[in-house]
């Protein structure tokens, strides 16, 4: 059964920086592609970052975050710079478990597992 843990978030300034980090268990390192998506209260999730062997970004964060891998640690970080408060919602992480090393998933329902959530509050 394959869980995902979030964490880093927390309340930060804007301008700030905050790292998230999803630790993935049942699962083997690296044989999963992972996306970072976020929902804030009144709006539909979005996509924000995937990596597969490539590395994908919405339009609001690029250049600003950044998706990266630790297999060694089954683990996938957002590492977030310039912090917005248009950046403040629940930040999940998902796998997709069947994946193309070459392909993009940046639509919530080709993910199949998800974690739980991570707040990140950004005051203006």
């Known amino acids: 059964q394959v869980e995902l843990v979030e964490s880093g978030g927390g309340l930060v300034q804007a301008g700030g920086s905050l790292r998230l980090s999803c630790s993935a268990s049942?699962?083997?390192?690296?044989?999963?592609?992972m996306g970072w998506f976020r929902q804030a209260p009144g709006k539909e999730r979005e996509f924000v970052a995937g990596i597969t062997r490539i590395t994908t970004y919405s339009d609001s964060v690029k250049g600003r975050f950044t998706i990266s891998r630790d297999n060694a640690k089954n683990t996938v970080y957002l590492q977030m710079n310039s912090l917005k408060s248009e950046d403040t919602a629940l930040y999940y992480c998902?796998?997709?478990?069947?994946?193309?090393?070459?392909?993009?998933?940046?639509?919530?329902?080709?993910?199949?597992?998800w974690g739980q959530g991570t707040q990140v509050t950004v005051s203006s």
């Open positions: 998902a796998v997709r478990l069947a994946w193309s090393d070459s392909a993009t998933y940046t639509q919530a329902f080709l993910y199949n597992v």
């Open positions: 049942g699962v083997g390192p690296g044989r999963y592609a």
